[in-house]
């Protein structure tokens, strides 16, 4: 077998835990497989590396950036294979230009566009542990890139994809994919399976076990993940394609508190308004989730959204530098909001899904601020104070418990 494993920054943070990690892949290539190993930078690192840069300027570039940044998981990968050769066994670190790993142009934020694989083969033929920068990549320029936060787990997943492994592991500080998040609901059950779409919709909402450009690479070539703990043997949680044939209503519930909601008021009621508006966050990279727009009244109307709080003071600017060209009154924002989210495939073919949800909150007197719906999830913003309370309601609400 060919296994692909990835291991996050907090699993390699020491001394200890990086030969720990080491014994785990020693464990799998002495049973006859094939390991490609991906690392994250160790512990805090990259956000260590973030704060130096802005010792040095508040505004750094972005291209600087990546190649400071990109440090970070050159140390974890060439001290893993250190550690691997001194238990005997045959291990080499690669960076991403090494393979290559070809990205796009676009630093701190850039995408994957091909794997060489050929370099990683030869390694494994000669039965190295091949131990592979997790989060970077390098492009037409041969300058290094990075692919965002959660990066490691796109490079896992596009390894295994490149390589058509066997299996890809992605290890983590916690044994699996949970109904909740287990540090706010203490009874949160571990689900054994799940499927690509219902884990894209909790890596989207703020669970932080996967990266949601992971999932979606995932979901296109067909690669089954296994969410397992880097400091338990546990039984994690399958990521696939196709789950049990008898869905439950709700798979589980998600909070997401890196959200604002923006509202741009008085705009003219006519064609063409919320294609400017909308437009013009898309071209400056922002993403927005739910959208209300009010009824028109006196030719004027108000359309509200949310978009990531880390994007709220860029998008609040934008917005203000084109009030005229949007014909907007005003625009205002709130990021003291948050979303919670009840996730399951099995809510299609089940009414009175919402009705429960809103029974839930009502119950506590949580009040809904905005709402949005999928085939898969049913979304609503509440005040961020509310946020955990919310959580542990609607989830005995759908008698989520162990």
């Known amino acids: 077998m060919l296994i692909v ?67 970070g998981e050159q140390v974890s990968v060439a001290l893993m294979a250190m550690a691997i050769q ?22 701190g934020q850039a995408k994957l566009k091909r794997i060489d694989s050929e370099r990683i083969r030869h390694e494994l033929d000669s039965r190295k542990i091949v131990v592979i920068t997790g989060f970077q990549g390098v ?21 295994a994809a490149a390589l058509r492994a066997d299996r890809c592991e992605i290890y983590t500080d916690v044994d699996g994919v949970y109904t909740a998040d287990p540090r706010v609901v203490p009874n949160a059950r571990k689900l054994s399976e799940i499927s690509y779409d219902e884990m894209l919709e909790f890596a989207s909402l703020g669970a932080k076990v996967l990266h949601n450009r992971s999932v979606e690479m995932a979901k296109r070539y067909n ?15 399958i990521v696939k394609e196709k789950t049990k044939m008898e869905k439950m209503l709700v798979s589980g519930v998600a909070v997401d508190k890196n959200t604002a909601r923006i509202s741009v008021l008085g705009v003219k009621d006519e064609p063409g308004i919320a294609f400017k508006l909308f437009d013009l966050l898309a071209r400056h990279r922002i993403n927005v989730d739910i959208i209300i727009q009010s009824i028109g009244r006196e030719n004027q109307k ?24 949007l014909t ?37 007197h949580i009040n809904i601020r905005m709402i949005a719906t999928s085939e898969i999830r049913i979304t609503v913003l509440i005040d961020e104070e509310d946020a955990n309370r919310a959580m542990r309601v609607v989830h005995d609400a759908f008698s989520l418990a162990e």
């Open 302 to 325: 108000d359309i509200s959204f949310t978009v990531a709080r880390t994007d709220l003071d860029e998008a609040m600017a934008l917005l203000r530098e084109n009030m005229e060209v």
């Open 139 to 159: 492009n037409k320029y041969d300058d290094l890139t990075t692919l965002g936060r959660g990066g490691s787990d796109t490079t896992a997943v596009a390894l």
């Open 223 to 237: 690669v089954e993940l296994a969410v397992l703990s880097s400091l338990s043997c546990a039984e994690g949680t």
């Open 328 to 364: 907007a009154q005003a625009v205002e924002c709130n990021s003291a909001v948050a979303k919670i989210s009840i996730i399951g495939a099995g809510m299609t073919s089940n009414p009175g899904v919402a009705a429960k949800m809103f029974e839930a909150l009502s119950g506590v």
């Open 86 to 107: 001194s238990m005997g066994v045959q291990a080499i670190s690669l960076n991403a230009a090494q393979i290559p790993m070809t990205t796009t142009t676009a630093y």
């Open 5 to 71: 494993k990835k291991f996050g920054g907090s699993s390699v943070a020491d001394r200890e835990r990086i030969f720990n990690v080491a014994a785990r892949c020693i464990e799998d290539y002495k049973k006859g497989n094939d390991v490609v190993v991906v690392l994250s930078a160790m512990g805090k690192t990259t956000d260590g590396l973030i704060a130096k840069a802005h010792e040095i300027t508040p505004n750094p570039s972005k291209r600087e950036l990546d190649m400071l940044l990109t440090t």
